[in-house]
């Protein structure tokens, strides 16, 4: 049952295409964050403001984020959009998915952190004749990143995870992607996903590792 | 000047102000003191427009705070306020959480900020803690910046909200010396305190709350000495 011949060498042929994949992973993954932040403190701030017309929407799209498989999120910015005239290439709807994902689940994220700030550090800054968007930029959001720094980092990781699912909707030139395609024209289907395996393993180290730094630089106190 | 005029204000049905009529005048010091709840720290919360009001009018050098068409973000640049918590903000340091507001609020240079931190913060004696963050300080030391924070936007009014209630007793001392200086500087201030001694000595006016109400008003000598209400007698007996 254990005739499978293991052929490394072809696999490792296959290490600077791969390496390429694991770039345009990477793009993904940081693009996805950047977008996905900046949406998920908008989405917090909507969620946590009195008005019915922000709150709504809102919670929508953090349920629906957050109940729903990955796949799907991705399947619809693809598909589901097409059938609406509105067509996706594979990396934007790709980006979409995980963004609209990443959203979703930060915005819980950055709700928990800013619960965890006491209204008196608005107060002080009020006091001191902040409006109201001034104070929360200054005060609150700096703490808030803190707070919510390391959630957010494994979140990055399973963005960089979740870009695996762009084969789905024909994506090619991600990690996975190349190894699918190398996979169909030598079949060397153990060599060729382990390696990735191991690529993912390092870049979500990596990313770890950096966050690591980032946050012993930015946060002093 | 503030001139506070019948202003009632209520949460929901406790009714937290009843009608306070007070005006201090430049140079003025007035200490407020009261029972817990008598609505000191609403009063002060008020005078800067942090809490609306119900009725009545609160007029600062003639500008009224609640009036709509009062820019509340310029108006609070001349009212410094200190609370009992002394909410540092804990991602900045020492010299950052001074510098913050001239920068961001008055659009002063780093520079020019920096300058008049570091001479606000060396007046309240911590001109070697710059660089440090808040959570390096004691209690009164965060307090003391919390005063440099407010005294660098060069306010022309302080409120002062039980500065020293949240601190070790070996602590409050070098709040009030810090008070007492600024007193002595000639500032304006209206200080909620439960320091008898500190309203006796430094304040020209002192103030009795009671249950919502300015129950007694008058120079120390009086509400110490004479005390023309029962109710601020009898708190004044409870607090020695
Ligand atoms: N934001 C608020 N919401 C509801 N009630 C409040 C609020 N702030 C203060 N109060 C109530 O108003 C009363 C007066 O409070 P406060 O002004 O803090 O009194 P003091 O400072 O004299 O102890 C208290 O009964 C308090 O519980
Ligand atoms: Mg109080």
Redesign the pocket.
């Known amino acids: 049952m254990f005739d499978y011949t293991f052929q490394w060498r072809q696999a490792f042929r296959a290490l600077p295409q791969m390496l390429d994949g694991a770039l345009v992973t990477m793009q993904i993954a940081v693009l996805s964050m950047v977008i996905g932040i900046t949406i998920a403190v908008l989405l917090a701030v909507a969620r946590n403001s009195g008005s019915k017309w922000l709150q709504w929407p809102a919670m929508a799209w953090v349920e629906v984020a957050r109940n729903t498989p990955a796949l799907f999120q991705i399947y619809m910015a693809h598909f589901g959009l097409g059938s609406f005239g509105i067509y996706l290439s594979p990396f934007v709807a790709l980006l979409a998915g995980i963004t609209f994902n990443n959203a979703g689940y930060l915005c819980e994220t950055f709700r928990g952190a800013l619960r965890a700030i006491p209204g008196t550090q608005v107060r002080a800054g009020r006091s001191l004749g902040m409006g109201q968007a001034k104070a929360f930029r200054l005060i609150v959001m700096p703490q808030m990143f803190r707070i919510a720094f390391l959630p957010t980092t494994n979140q990055m990781v399973w963005a960089i995870l979740m870009t695996s699912l762009g084969v789905t909707v024909g994506m090619s030139t991600d990690l996975t992607g190349v190894t699918q395609d190398l996979n169909a024209r030598t079949f060397r289907t153990f060599e060729l996903f382990a390696l990735a395996a191991v690529l993912y393993y390092c870049i979500a180290k990596a990313v770890m590792f950096a966050a690591r730094l980032v946050a012993w630089r930015l946060f002093r106190y | 000047m503030i001139e506070i005029e019948n202003v009632h204000k209520s949460?929901g049905a406790?009714e937290?102000l009843k009608g306070i009529n007070l005006t201090v005048d430049k140079g003025e010091v007035v200490s407020v003191i009261?029972g817990?709840?008598?609505?000191?720290?609403?009063l002060l919360t008020c005078i800067n427009g942090l809490e609306p009001i119900d009725s009545g009018r609160i007029l600062v050098d003639g500008t009224e705070v609640h009036a709509k068409t009062t820019d509340l973000n310029l108006l609070r640049r001349k009212i410094g306020i200190v609370f009992q918590q002394f909410n540092a903000f804990p991602h900045l340091t020492v010299l950052e959480n001074v510098t913050l507001a001239p920068r961001k609020v008055k659009g002063m240079s780093r520079r020019d900020a920096e300058e008049i931190a570091v001479q606000q913060l060396s007046h309240v004696g911590l001109a070697d803690k710059l660089k440090v963050y808040p959570n390096r300080l004691s209690g009164g030391q965060q307090q003391r910046m919390a005063i440099a924070r407010a005294l660098a936007m060069s306010p022309d009014y302080m409120l002062f909200d039980e500065v020293t209630s949240a601190l070790d007793p070996q602590l409050v001392g070098e709040v009030l010396d810090t008070l007492k200086m600024l007193a002595d500087d000639g500032m304006t201030m209206i200080c909620?305190t439960h320091e008898m001694s500190f309203a006796r000595d430094v304040s020209n006016r002192v103030a009795f709350?009671h249950k919502g109400v300015m129950a007694e008003i008058g120079p120390p000598e009086q509400i110490f000495g004479d005390a023309q209400h029962e109710e601020t007698r009898n708190f004044l007996s409870s607090v020695r």
């Open positions: 949460f406790l937290v009261g817990s709840g008598s609505g000191k720290s609403t909620v709350f």
